[in-house]
């Protein structure tokens, strides 16, 4: 499975961005997805997951509220959804996909090479 993450950029504080990753539709509804990021100088950090159907999803605390993940599995695409960002939410976002969800990142094979999102106060 390769996963390809696109969306991030340069945005404004209280501002909005969506992400999205792509997957091969083939195998990409068997797979738990999950989105994490690393800021700079801080180690990789859970951010979202969503399980297979798309029915159930986690959250870290930091995103509970003003962060979305989502799936499309006809188009082999998941998103997140961020609003109300703050100048703490730079970093670089992953996507990724595993056998079972988990916040944690060894838990998924598979990752993207990452999208670079920038809130500017």
Known sequence: VQ???SGGGLVQAGGSQRLSCTASRLTFSV???GW???APGKEREFVAAITRSG???YYADFAKGRFTISRDNA???VYLQMNSLKPEDT???YCSGG???SSNA???AYWGQGTLVTVSS
Do not use: D, M, N, P
């Open 3 to 5: 996963l390809q993450a």
């Open 31 to 33: 797979y738990v997805l």
């Open 36 to 38: 994490f990021r690393q």
């Open 55 to 57: 029915s159930t999803t």
């Open 75 to 77: 188009k082999g695409t």
């Open 91 to 93: 970093a670089i976002y």
């Open 99 to 101: 056998s079972t969800g």
């Open 106 to 108: 060894w838990a998924y």
